[in-house]
Nanobody, 124 residues
Framework: QVQLVESGGGMVHSGGSLRLSCVNS????????MGWYRQVPGKERELVAT??????????DSFKDRFVISKDTAENTVSSVFLQMNNLKPEDTAVYYC???????????????WGQGTQVTVSA
């Protein structure tokens, strides 16, 4: 139903930029929001940013000044999400995961779906 494919990770020097992309090739009409989380080995996965089907964005405070989340241009759905990461720092090194939140009407809850993750490495 939901299949997330990420791209755009890689290695960059400190101060550089990267753009991550994620496409949901499954059912887009059941998705409330998509976004990005990241995880460093030994630490919990943390929120970076999300964007809803209507374009409402939510950022973790740590990333508001350097990262920008956006989605495809279709109205009232979200099928692709992008993360523009600027002024990258070595501490941004992590695996970045695409996330999609599916509406589960029967329980009025949101179910998380995850991509396979893409490595971002920032060298000093």
């Amino acid at each position: 139903q939901v299949q997330l494919v990420e791209s755009g990770g890689g290695m960059v020097h400190s101060g550089g930029s990267l753009r991550l992309s994620c496409v949901n090739s499954g059912n887009i009409f059941i998705i409330y929001a998509m976004g990005w989380y990241r995880q460093v080995p030994g630490k919990e996965r943390e929120l970076v940013a999300t964007i809803s089907y209507s374009g409402v964005t939510n950022y973790a405070d740590s990333f508001k000044d350097r990262f920008v989340i956006s989605k495809d241009t279709a109205e009232n759905t979200v099928s692709s999400v992008f993360l523009q990461m600027n002024n990258l720092k070595p501490e941004d090194t992590a695996v970045y995961y695409c996330n999609a939140k599916e509406r589960v009407r029967a329980t009025m809850t949101l179910q998380d779906h995850w991509g396979q993750g893409t490595q971002v490495t920032v060298s000093a």
